[in-house]
């Protein structure tokens, strides 16, 4: 944590505003929204599939508009979009503290995901553009800030909840709106370091799909955003299996933050000067496949029973393995995220960078929808098959297949790829053609 902390004096003033900016959104959210299903399921008495719908809404909403988030911010800028963002979020999360009615829960949740479909690719395009030639070091210290809400978010949250849930929504919804100010005060406004798209951002996106290097990482790229996942659902429902209570899933989130928080920069720093981010990438995926192997080796043991607790020794034996397995997934992602990130700009060309950003979290939103589906399917038919080691087995071949993907790739030369993008007949009209690189500035 002290290697964070020397490093974020090191990155001019608006990297540590993005930096706060995130940190403070994250302890807003996860201050809330951990609490909501239980509040509309209790305190609302709201049946099953209703709850599902209301959070479902903020997940569509945000993984729906992150195309058009981005483009926007490439249109009118990073700083507009981020204030736009957080002015949702005061809305969204005042409404679900002052409404009961299920059509206005459904449009406050629906602005919440609209909310980071605005701010998310245009905070990610501030910080390249900002950072220049050390995004990979930017980008490990926004993980940083990013767990460190994480962490610090549910406990606030908690302490709020023993009073009403309506102080938690107050206490969020007033932490963005200070947040709104001082960007709004503070906060230089930034473009892209390319000129203002001239063409339609329909025309935009048909260029990045063109774009076959960008395009292919993505592709190779879904499967990570399966496994890291299994934090919110394969590795809970494990720990709920083998003991039988909701402790050890609270442990999970604090391993995962504290190693991060503790570790990233120190971790990136190292892997920066050794590897290639081809290497790191391909190095970090493996080992988020293999951080599953713990968790099929244990899956022929029997699960906790509910009419006999078990002892301290038995439950700390039953929850090794998935606490080994969040281990290993959360250095893994440590040491893919950053590199990730900037692979993106640097693929990008470092133009309409939001609207590449945009897309990569569109393509692995579906890809989570989807490797939910899939996992869920494969817990399933692991237990009423007699074959329990099904799911972790087959996230572990996830892992496998992304990584030789993005080896293959980084053999090509994909990662600094000369590869031309098909121009469009908008920009073939309003300029010389021009082959947009990876490398082009």
Known sequence: MRAALSQVGSFNRPIQLLLINQLTINVGFYMLMPYLAGYLSNNLAMATWMVGLILGMRNLSQQGMFLIGGSLAD?????????????LRVAGFAMLGFTQSVPTLLVASALTGLAGALFNPAVRAYLAAEAGERKVEAFALFN???QAGILVGPLIGLALLGVAFRWVCVVAAALFLVLLVLQARALPSRRGSGDKPQQSMLADWRQVVRHRPFLLFSLAMIGSYVLNFQVYLGLPIEVRRVTGGETGVAALFAISGILTVVGQVRLTNKIKARWTPAHAITRGLLLMGASFLPLALAAGLPSASTSRPLGWFNYLLALAPVLISTVLLTFATMIVYPFEMATIVNLAGERTVATYYGFYNTLSGIGIAAGNLLTGLAL???RSNGFPALPWIAL???????????AALGKRGNFNSQATIA???ATSAAAPTRPVTANSR
């Open 75 to 87: 249109r009118i800028g990073y700083k507009p979009m981020i204030l736009a963002g957080l002015g």
């Open 144 to 146: 940083v800030f990013y």
């Open 380 to 382: 399933d038919a692991g």
């Open 396 to 406: 572990t071949a996830t892992g496998i297949v992304c990584a030789t993907a993005i």
């Open 423 to 425: 121009p469009t007949e």
